[in-house]
């Protein structure tokens, strides 16, 4: 039986105004409802994060991210206010880019000038343990490949600046502006990696560790490899077959390294680079590009065949029927991203799109 290694989820929502469907800058409003532990501010007060427990079971994280929801939910509509799980929230704010108070985030904002201003865009992050800072650096580059269809899996932020981006994730492409963001490596191992960041440090680029913002990373603070590269998912069971697929990844690659395999996906950076654009673009309704020939292939059927590939490793850890079972389901179903637009279309009104997502978050 592989051991069960223990993960947790971070995820970022947008405040928004209930009646006019647009977004607040009144984050510091719902966290003075909560407790510090579990909740905490984002650079921009139009957004707020929860983080769960860490857990090695996929019923119990489900059910701490169901919780956490409910609390920010309960929180912020005694105000007028509604929380919305999406890569970008549909309807923006009369008030524009407000940033939150706070000398990180000041220095974030007078560094990064416009980037920083338009960062109004919500991420789902998952940790993995893994303790050995080597093993973590090969074991992340082996990952890697794969993560584009992850990307794909979760991509919901069609909408920018209140137009169709024409993307499936505007997020992922505005993400891509941050000088730290993208692939991650080469690097031989944790003191290349490590020597690395520090170079970007010294360089004056970022103030710290904490600011590397590669799609996946070793944490700066606990032993865990970070998963970055996903939109946040309005429904809760996708972000579940996110963290069970990246999980199963980590497992599965760690145990190659160790056994002398070779990893499944190997395609050059540039070719990657190309595959983490065409999952923005797309998402789950369109083609993405394989990692085992570079050669493009409709979005299901790569996701279809990655999760037959870990079956071994999901049946190890007891998790294949859940993680099967929510893939089906989120293939059946297609993107948020296109589920988004079919709201739209139906009468042409962006607050319908909102209406979608405040309902799909909250449920569960």
């Known amino acids: 039986m592989t051991h069960k290694v223990a993960l947790g989820v971070e995820e970022e929502f947008h405040v928004v105004d209930l009646v006019s469907r647009r977004l607040t800058p009144q984050a510091h409003v719902v966290l003075d409802g909560l407790p510090k532990a579990g909740f905490s501010a984002e650079l921009q007060r139009a957004v707020v994060e929860s983080n769960s427990e860490p857990t090695t079971d996929l019923a119990t994280l489900r059910a701490d991210l169901v919780d956490l929801r409910r609390r920010l939910i309960a929180s ?20 524009g880019f407000v940033i939150t108070a706070d000398d990180r985030y000041q220095y974030l904002h007078d560094t990064y000038q416009f980037i920083a201003r338009e960062q109004l865009i919500c991420g789902a992050q998952v940790h993995v343990d893994i303790d050995d800072r080597d093993l973590a650096v090969m074991v992340a580059q082996r990952v890697e490949p794969w993560l584009p269809a992850l990307l794909a899996l979760s991509a919901s932020s069609p909408y920018w600046f209140e137009a169709d981006s024409g993307y499936a ?28 960041v520090a170079d970007l440090v010294t360089s004056g680029v970022i103030d710290d560790a904490g600011m590397v913002y590669f799609d996946i990373r070793l944490s700066a603070h606990v032993p865990t490899m970070e998963l970055r590269i996903c939109d946040a998912c309005p429904l809760v069971d996708d972000v579940i077959l996110l963290a069970g697929l990246f999980r199963a990844l980590v497992i599965r690659e760690t145990a190659a390294i160790q056994a002398g395999s070779p990893p499944r996906g190997d395609i050059r950076p540039t070719l990657l680079r190309a595959g983490h654009w065409r999952a923005a673009r797309s ?23 990655l999760l037959e590939d870990l079956r071994p490793t999901l049946e190890q850890l007891d998790d294949w029927p859940t993680i099967a079972g929510l893939a089906a389901d989120a293939l059946a179903r297609g993107s948020s991203a296109a589920r988004q637009r079919a709201a739209f279309n139906k009468r042409g009104q962006l607050s319908d799109v909102v209406d979608l997502l405040l309902k799909e978050t909250a449920g569960g």
């Open 169 to 196: 994730s505007s997020r992922a492409v505005a993400w891509q502006r941050w000088p730290t963001a993208g692939m991650v490596g080469p690097f031989a191992g944790a003191a290349e990696y490590d020597q690395a």
């Open 76 to 95: 912020a509509e005694p105000h007028g206010l509604g929380i919305a799980s999406a890569g970008t929230s549909p309807l923006h704010g009369p008030s």
């Open 283 to 305: 998402g789950l309704e369109g083609d993405l590009i394989s990692p085992v020939d570079g050669k493009p292939v409709p979005a299901p059927g790569l996701i279809e065949w």
